[in-house]
């Protein structure tokens, strides 16, 4: 298929990578073509176009995989966005984790016009981004989502790839798993900052946890591999972490939920971002926390 | 082996039939001797002491299942207590949740008396007492361990049995355990009410969120087992759980560790408990928001 | 002086009033001039004008006094806004609470085009609007605060009309105060919730406690006009709060700067707004959480 | 009159020279004669007792002022205790911060041994003590605190002296008063941080806000003598705070009333001993926040 792809940063470029594996012709448009990601696809093989509006003119699908709500619209409903080059059909996938109340203006719109939009949310990770292992949940009409399935296919697990119902529905589960991941997180981080501090060993504590009530993917796969390992190249950043819980209190205010969980844990992702870690993973957080508790936990095997 | 037992309530009550399925005679005090969970058991053949004293004197194991601190030093060290009664060698097993201070305490009084103490609290609730799967972590001498092992696996499942560190580690595990069964599980609930509330599916989300980076035992077991199924019979009642959090908070201000996420999600089990949930399962927390927000958060399946 | 003024509401309504009895002449535009705020203002004299850009056409001086940054933006910068039928010179004093970032993207905006643009929000609520007696808090050039010190003296006190800094910092100072409302409010409904089910009384802690360490000018001043009194009609909307403890998260996001009081006091709110008191005074927080505790927290003065 | 008094340190020391200054003879036990604070009182002139027990047999009233619960259970209740000393009649004046059911236990005991037992709390901080302007709030008998008054008038000020209500309700009215300096101090620290970094000064803040709704007894007193000064010297210590916000958790969970701003300040003040401060004055907290975010609160006049 002729898919169109914009937003070509450490999700979009291995997704892009395993678009072309699969046999797709890939056009990107990059607002920085010198980022060594966009080379990488080039060299790969991907055709590039001078806006989001010529791309579009060349797509039977375009992704964005952009970082936020204000950039999705830019590129979609902006004077040379996509919906200026789209031909009558063209299907929309927004992959960004952006605020379901634009999913939705977005994808009015493009009813509009005659388009269709899908949101697209992915989970994974930048691993799952290389591995083509992204669990994506899709929200819209469910007939254009079956059109698109190959595509997505082509970059996520293929029992990961979720219908969820209509417009908007994939970006309010996609924050709600982040609000776990950041709650879930921040939780880990200060539990086993205690745990240490008040004598017990992080590899034991890790094994008996992850077989007991309180055992958690992010426990079992992103502490091991990062913070417990003193490894914080992200994966996911917690700027982008700190993002998508700014999203969740949002969509918490709109719909007057209480979400005290979360708007603490966003608290603490402030402060390891004011100790420095913006850019380096989320589970970096548990650094900060240790630096304050002059301990260090890690493991040793 | 002669197993004396203290503490026969929803925990302790299976536990007992667990040993007594594995060939072991036991004994238990009871200070309430007309309860039903303490009847049952005397008709599956336990003996009864008049004391902890006296029950102590007649056991080569005496295993302790209380409420909470005071409860454990009353009847260890109490005027009428195990200390009381015990013969040199006596191995105490105090598989109640309490303060790791307070354990090492009795450990060393323990040590002076030539008695050995070891704290193995357990995790896995009312249904792994009953099946006879809980998680043990054991902290104390490893070879009094070694020694308590054939007691335990009666209760526990084999490779669940953990040898943790010294005096009082098996507490601090099992606190941190419950740290975050109590921010993930307060996690959760909120997401969820927020998820429903802005238009998503309970079971689209458990489903999807149960293979990506949210995912946790929690949301595996224990929400579809009681919350999302309209149940809050405990299980493991709020009540107690708040409790667990209290000692976390105590163990934090010992160690000056900041645990944020622990002390909000305290605050909610405290909401819950002043909306009438105290002796409910603890996720009926849900329930509780889900009023605040004006939705039900429910499984079709 | 020939004053427009955008923003006929609870605090508009009476700055306008105030402006009047000053000698000034006023126009205003009003979305929806049949609101009884409208009206009422109409009758004491003012003149309407049919926009922005038609009232600024024929003004010294240009007040908005409207709800949040995107209002503010379109009646200063949108199409019939006031920059398109500005004279130059034109003095704009936005005295809504808004971002600082906006506040100082229109001061730009307006110095571009020879306009001059301070920020001015205020605190003192509907009762200081209708008294006079308003605190004002001016960001911009001093020179054109000092030119606008008359217009603002007519809806202010002499003593409380401070300047502040450069463009945004009104903003800045106001957003501080208004968490410190918001913060020291949640704390005064919690601590007397708390206080009252311990024994306490309400008249002799609030007595007390205004003498003591813990005193505060909601203690002294809102508190015993409103919510001990169990009258909830605003004063100042807990939708409106709220908003403002928003603006607040966004600013500390922007600085990195960690307000975890904040955070839990806006959730607070937002559990008054789930129970339905939106639009009652931000202190019927109490009411909420009197209902979850049982009690009633009342003066019998 | 003849009165005895233990607890000689940073608040106790003064309120005895105070109490030599009216005239009162004082009888002290010390348990670190080697105290400068205690050696100071000597030197004016006090006695010194070898235990409460004989403290108590040489006194008419005996006023405590120690750290915590404990204490003044061992020095009211204990083996060498108050109790075991005093004569018919005596009046016991605990003026302690600690749990109002400690407090309601003691006055039981004292009861049925024909002696008076009031809680009277204060409020002033060191300097209160040193001036002999504390606030002091008393629970207990009405007719036993008209006779213990002339005592309390020596070290608080007059009109400052507050019957409360029955046994305990002192020790409510005090906590919830510290619960309002925890959480509205720590809401100054991070307001103004924020304030700061986002441009506005310390000074024109803390003058404006004084004057606004946001005004606080804690802007107005304690920080510009403390941490707008740079100076952390107590005044109050963070680990009193910090174990008086703890009192208040504590009841709270008693009493099934959620306390999520008290909960979080908590939090806050343990952060801040974490960082060493838990011996400077809370409003220390503020350097904390200040070193996470890089910038400084300070006033320049």
Do not use: C
């Not at 997505?152 to 790839?161: C, D, F």
């Not at 993002?243 to 969980?261: P, R, Y």
């Amino acid at each position: 298929m002729q898919v169109g792809f914009i937003g070509v940063g450490v999700m979009g470029g291995p997704m892009i990578l395993n678009l072309l594996k699969k046999g797709h012709e890939v056009t990107i448009f990059a607002r920085h073509p010198e980022k060594a990601s966009v080379q990488e696809v080039l060299q790969a093989g991907v055709r590039q176009a001078p806006s989001p509006r010529a791309l579009a003119m060349a797509s039977e699908i375009v992704i964005t995989m952009v970082a936020n709500s204000p950039d999705v619209e830019e590129v979609v409903a902006g004077p040379q966005g996509i919906f200026e080059g789209a031909r009558k059909g063209l299907i929309i996938i927004d992959m960004s984790t952006i605020a379901p109340s634009v999913t939705r203006k977005l994808h009015e719109q493009a009813s509009e016009r005659g388009l269709h939009f899908l949101d697209a949310p992915v989970s994974g990770g930048s691993q799952g981004a290389i591995n083509g292992t992204l669990s994506i949940m899709v929200g819209g009409e469910q007939n254009i989502f079956e059109r698109a399935r190959p595509v997505l296919a082509a970059m996520g697990k293929e029992e990961n790839i979720f219908y969820v119902g209509p417009s908007g529905a994939g970006e309010v589960v996609k924050i709600v798993n982040n609000m776990l991941v950041g709650t879930i997180s921040a939780s880990i981080a200060e539990a086993f900052v205690l745990g240490v501090k008040a004598g017990a060993d992080t590899d034991t504590m890790a094994k008996i946890i992850g077989v007991s009530t309180g055992a958690s993917w992010q426990l079992a796969n992103q502490f091991p591999m990062r913070a417990f390992n003193g490894s914080f190249k992200p994966g996911f950043m917690t700027d982008l972490l700190h993002k998508d819980l700014g999203l969740a209190l949002d969509l918490a205010a709109e719909n007057q939920a209480t979400v005290a969980m979360t708007s603490i844990a966003r608290q603490l992702y402030e402060l390891s971002r004011a100790s420095g870690h913006g850019r380096d993973d989320y589970t970096a957080l548990m650094q900060a926390l240790e630096q304050l508790a002059g301990v260090e936990v890690r493991s040793k095997q």
